[in-house]
């Protein structure tokens, strides 16, 4: 079975500090990954997702990540941070296989705080 | 594109009432799912579809029914609803493989 960790609950970074999002997976052959953002009482907008090739990922408003296999992390990284970009982050993890990225697992969730 | 839509927004139910989660998408999308999210538990999977008239289940399928008739449309109906219901339910729909799964603004519901 496929498995999802965000180790941190809460992190808080001063606006134009550089942000880290820990998230480890447990999987048996090479998944599907993603990073999802929620904003509060909104729907979920894709990140990023890495499927194979470059394990450096580059995603939108400035994102990427990188896809350690040895490591089995997929760690989210901006930076410099905008107030903004407060929110909620969720990691994910599919099969890789047809109709995995339908299937996910996710992590219980980053919530961000910017300090002005 | 409306992308992916779901009725109602919230809603409160009493226990042991039924009632159905509307779900539709417009891209043509194969893939559909219905996820709840929970404080503290991320989101859930509770069942999903890889086309019409094809379902199976999730992480959390129990006290749920899908079925899946046309393309666009994937309802998840309640039987018999119990407190432990009240979530935010999220149906998504992917066009396969790894593809961009979207995600529908949610369905706040509340049992008493």
């Known amino acids: 079975a496929q498995s999802v960790t965000q180790p941190d609950i809460h992190i808080t970074v001063s606006e134009g500090a550089s942000l880290e999002l820990r998230c480890n997976y447990s999987y048996g052959a090479t998944p599907y990954l993603f990073w999802y953002v929620q904003s509060p009482g909104q729907g979920l907008q894709l990140l990023l997702k890495y499927f194979s090739g470059d394990t450096l990922v580059q995603g939108i408003k400035g994102f990427e990540a990188e896809f350690k296999r040895s490591q089995s992390s997929f760690n989210l990284r901006k930076p410099s941070v905008h107030w903004s970009d407060a929110a909620e982050y969720f990691c994910?993890?599919?099969?890789?296989?047809?109709?995995?990225?339908?299937?996910?697992?996710f992590g219980t969730g980053t919530q961000l705080k910017v300090e002005l | 594109n409306a992308g992916v839509t779901q009725t109602p927004k919230f809603q409160v139910l009493k226990t042991g009432q039924s009632m159905t989660l509307q779900c539709a998408q417009d891209?043509?999308?194969?893939?559909m799912s219905w996820y709840r999210q929970d404080p503290g538990m991320g989101l859930r999977l509770i069942h999903y579809s890889v086309g019409a008239g094809i379902t199976d289940q999730g992480e959390v399928p129990n006290g749920y029914n899908v079925s899946r008739s046309t393309t666009e449309d994937f309802p998840l109906r309640l039987l018999s609803a119990a407190p432990s219901q009240t979530s935010v339910y999220f149906c998504?729909?992917?066009?396969?493989?790894?593809?961009?799964?979207?995600f529908g603004p949610g369905t706040r519901l509340l049992v008493l």
């Open positions: 994910a993890v599919g099969p890789g296989d047809t109709g995995g990225g339908n299937k996910l697992t």
């Open positions: 891209m043509n999308h194969e893939y």
């Open positions: 998504a729909s992917s066009g396969g493989g790894g593809e961009t799964q979207y």
